[in-house]
């Protein structure tokens, strides 16, 4: 068993209200990549393994609330409470569609294919959107039984998973019938819900609880009471052996998938933890929280390269020359609106 360790986060400064929402790119050619989300209503891009800031999407006129990256993190998607989701260029900033609504938009998804958007929010309607046809009418998967908070694609984009703000349980949504075919029964509304990267597991926080479901049967596998009200929660991606929860107490907890010991317990946030993730490969995590910053911990034990290290704003000497290189690639991105400051 991992003893319990004193992280030394990278501290990622740049959003000037809450951090809502965060998000991993798989890993890609050129590295792998953090999007988040805040409602200073501009969402920014990083290097997810530095933290170093490569741009920000400029256009929102309302809190974002969530926010994700494609498949090969070419383009960004992001909700938000002007009423509108947007697809961005990630590489540019450029927007290149909104997508309007008629109500606040809580939560967007791309699919496994990278073809289509899944939007939800307090219309209570799913819709999918054709990125190869953005102008095209979405198609609508309505009847949520409330205001939607969380959405997630499975099964090949086969099935679509939706929670609720007002109500407990994870509801799944057969695409080819456009209808419910499953509900994961939890008593508190399920404020995250990750399907991991292997698809076997569909992590849920509600209340004070993390759970554990067979993305297959459906079945629940394990659930653990935690020591507050968890907001989030994620499950290690490559061993699957610990996940992290991070809630009102403003600590990110680390707890051993298999028995629910808590193993590891980072202090440094000066607020709630809304959300919380792992990195495609498993070897850091990235919490985002009510202060403002996103604070990325390694699962390592610290060395002393490390702690010499804890800044994830300007650049580093321990950028990789392969995100030097897509630095160079985006250079454009990093000159936004004039008189912005983009890392303040």
């Known amino acids: 068993m991992d003893k319990k360790k004193v992280a030394v986060p990278l501290v ?28 200073d209503s501009s969402p920014m891009l990083r290097n997810g393994e530095t933290g170093d800031w490569i741009g920000t999407f400029e256009g929102h006129k309302g809190a974002v609330w969530s926010c994700c990256l494609d498949t090969n993190a070419l383009r960004a998607a992001s909700a938000s409470a002007d009423f509108t989701a947007k697809l961005w260029d990630a590489l540019t900033g450029d927007e290149l569609h909104s997508f309007d609504h008629k109500h606040i938009v809580r939560a967007c998804a791309f699919s496994e294919d990278t073809h289509l958007l899944l939007t939800g929010g307090l219309e209570k309607i799913l819709r999918i959107f054709d990125l190869n046809r953005p102008d095209a009418p979405p198609r609508e998967v309505d009847n949520s039984p409330g205001s939607i908070r969380t959405v997630a694609w499975l099964h090949s984009d086969q099935t679509i998973l939706s929670s609720c703000t007002d109500m407990g349980g994870v509801r799944l949504w057969d695409l080819r ?51 507050c009200s968890v907001e989030s929660a994620s499950l290690e991606p490559k061993l699957g052996n610990k996940f992290i929860a991070g809630g009102e ?15 590891g317990c980072n202090k440094g946030h000066h607020g709630p933890v809304h959300c919380v993730r792992f990195s495609p490969g498993g070897e850091s995590y990235a919490s985002g929280s009510e202060d403002g910053t996103i604070r990325i911990w390694q699962i390592g034990p610290v060395t002393h390269e490390d702690n010499e290290s804890v800044s994830g704003n300007g650049p580093s000497g321990k950028v990789k020359a392969v995100a030097e290189e897509v630095a160079r690639n985006i250079e454009g991105f990093h000159i936004i609106k004039e008189g912005k400051t983009t890392d303040a």
Request: proline share 5%; net charge negative; with cysteine.
């Open 12 to 39: 990622c400064h740049g959003h000037s209200r809450p951090v809502v929402d965060l998000f991993y790119s798989p890993i890609t050619p050129d590295g792998f990549f953090l999007i988040s989300a805040s409602k």
């Open 177 to 227: 019938s456009n209808k419910i075919v499953h509900t994961l029964e939890t008593k508190s509304p399920v404020t995250s819900a990750e399907v991991s990267q292997d698809g076997r597991y569909i992590t849920t926080a509600d209340g004070s609880t993390v759970k554990f479901w067979d993305a297959n049967h459906f079945g629940l596998v394990k659930s653990y009471d935690m020591p």
């Open 249 to 263: 107490d403003m600590w990110v907890r680390v707890f051993d998938f298999h028995t629910g010991e808590e193993i």
